[in-house]
């Protein structure tokens, strides 16, 4: 009963860090094919790409629950998981990806075209 439940406090992980990976990749996209916003259609197509990374981010956000509410049951109803597996799976895995996030904030650069 163990090993399912680790398996379900670090599933929602997995599948956090493969859609991050994944919305990277299509920002990275966007910036090479778009260096400088100089028209309206690259200004629709940020529109579009924030308005996808923002959806995407609401869907994803509450799955960061679902491990905390695995270890509850784990812990008070099957007795199978201890204190030591909510630092470890449920709130290490939000705090390391939240410091980094913190720590790069204001290292993108934005360079604005002038309309010629």
């Known amino acids: 009963m163990r090993t399912i ?7 929602p992980w ?3 860090v493969l859609a991050s990976f994944v919305l990277f990749v299509q920002l990275r996209a966007f910036q090479k094919s778009t260096p400088a916003l100089q028209s309206e259609a690259d200004m629709d197509r940020f529109k579009r790409l924030a308005a996808f ?3 995407a981010t ?14 509850v049951y784990g812990e008070f109803f099957s007795h199978s998981l201890t204190w030591a597996d909510l630092f470890l799976f449920g709130i290490l ?3 390391v990806p939240f410091a980094c ?3 790069m904030i204001g ?3 934005v360079r604005l075209g002038v309309n010629s």
């Open 101 to 103: 996030s913190s720590a």
């Open 58 to 71: 609401g869907i994803l956000l509450p799955l960061m629950v679902v491990p905390l509410l695995v270890w």
């Open 107 to 109: 290292t993108a650069r």
């Open 93 to 95: 895995p939000v705090v």
């Open 14 to 16: 997995a599948v956090e």
């Open 5 to 11: 439940l680790l398996v379900l406090m670090l599933l």
């Open 53 to 55: 990374q923002m959806r």
